[in-house]
Structure formats: structure tokens, C-alpha cells
């Protein structure tokens, strides 16, 4: 079973700060919170990754409390482009890459 | 770089033929995985490697065969296709440098219709 838990989804519009959280209450100290993005009729493509606190890159914000039970994806300035679906893994290192996904997040940019 | 190559991109089969879902990435990656993904589902693992010669089951692994003779190829063998198996496979790649998660590199998929 997946341990992380997000909305089914958002709906949003261009232009706007998009904020995805996803609950993750029982995630392990070696697991990694990653992020990725999934068109239709397209594999998913890796967004972003974090452990704790703030990661941000050329695409997106990861923001992970202390606590470690949820997590935020924030998306600045979304556009048309940005309509997919969004998961949320907690990725344990050293695993070798077995990845358990959730349904998602099906983002909707509004014009 | 190609990445993450899976052929074929469409296949038909009818129930009972078996067949094989390739799977190659050139980046010299140590993991590879195979999902699938029901419409309107999230992807769910069925089989994964960790190095050549090293296989293990993920989530849903009934039906499906692996075997990893290279670091380069990961093939899904359908050994007697069902209706339940019509959906969208991924194969992916990845590795992990240090104290960190992994970032995984999909292919784009064999979507697969059981008659």
C-alpha cells in the first residue's frame, strides 16, 4: 500500500501558485518524499525530491516540516501546460528504485 | 541518449498467446522496474530488478515473468495473456549516488489490449 495520501483533485488557473499537500503520517527515516508529473499517454517524468525542510528547483517547490507527516509541491505561476497528474512517493533510499504509487493528484490549469 | 526505449508501443493479443514487453536504457543504471497502469489509476509495480541476475516481485506479479541477463535490458514476459492484463506497462531506470532517494526514468510505455 502506498504511505502517502493526496487530494483526487485540484482545479486551478493560469497564472496562480498551485499547492499540492500529501499526507504522509508513517513514512520511515530513510524515505525520501518525491514528487512526479504524468501526462496522458506519457510516463511519469520527476519533478522534485526531499528529505526535509525546503527544496526548490527550475520547476517547483518541495516544502517537507519537521515533522515529516505531510508534505507541500508548490507550482508558481501555473499554466495550460501544467495539467497532469501529480504523485507523491515516499521513496526509501536503497531500495532500488521500487517505487509504490498512489491515485495522484489531477491537476486541472483553467484558462 | 535514448533513455528508456520500450517496444512495442501498442500490441493485441488474444487470450492464452504469451509474449514479451522489451525494455532497454543505455545510462548504465543499476535498478530497473516494470508497472502498470489501469485507466484512471496510479502505476502499480510488478516486477523489479536491483543489478543483472538479481529479480524480485513488486505489488502485482501474477502472470508476469522477468529476467535481467544485462544491466541494459529488462523483459516482461506475459506467459498466458488475460483480459485482466489489457492496460498500459512502463518499464523504468534508475540509480542511486549517495545518502539520496532515487529519480526515476520512465519509458513511454506498451499499451497492451487482451482479446
Known amino acids: 500500500l502506498a504511505k502517502t495520501t493526496q487530494p483526487i483533485s485540484m482545479d486551478s488557473y493560469e497564472g496562480q501558485e498551485v499547492n499540492i499537500t500529501c499526507s504522509h503520517n508513517n513514512i520511515a527515516t530513510n524515505d525520501y518524499i518525491t514528487w512526479y508529473q504524468q501526462f496522458p499517454s506519457q510516463g511519469p517524468r520527476f519533478i522534485i525530491q526531499g528529505y526535509k525542510t525546503k527544496v526548490t528547483n527550475e520547476v517547483a517547490s518541495l516544502f517537507i516540516p519537521a515533522d515529516r507527516k505531510s508534505s507541500t509541491l508548490s507550482l508558481p505561476r501555473v499554466s495550460l501546460s501544467d495539467t497532469a497528474v501529480y504523485y507523491c512517493l515516499a521513496d526509501p533510499y536503497n531500495q532500488g528504485g521500487k517505487l509504490i504509487f498512489g491515485q495522484g493528484t489531477e491537476l486541472s490549469v483553467k484558462p | ?115
Not at chain 2, 506479479?61 to 535481467?68: A, D, F
Open chain 2, 1 to 115: 541518449n535514448a533513455g528508456v526505449t520500450q517496444t512495442p508501443k501498442f500490441q493485441v493479443l488474444k487470450t492464452g498467446q504469451s509474449m514479451t514487453l522489451q525494455c532497454a536504457q543505455d545510462m548504465n543504471h543499476e535498478y530497473m522496474s516494470w508497472y502498470r497502469q489501469d485507466p484512471g489509476m496510479g502505476l502499480r509495480l510488478i516486477h523489479y530488478s536491483v543489478g543483472a541476475g538479481i529479480t524480485d516481485q513488486g505489488e502485482v506479479p501474477n502472470g508476469y515473468n522477468v529476467s535481467r541477463s544485462t544491466t541494459e535490458d529488462f523483459p516482461l514476459r506475459l506467459l498466458s495473456a488475460a483480459p485482466s492484463q489489457t492496460s498500459v506497462y512502463f518499464c523504468a531506470s534508475s540509480y542511486e549516488e549517495g545518502m539520496v532517494g532515487t529519480e526515476a526514468f520512465f519509458g513511454q510505455g506498451t499499451r497492451l489490449t487482451v482479446v
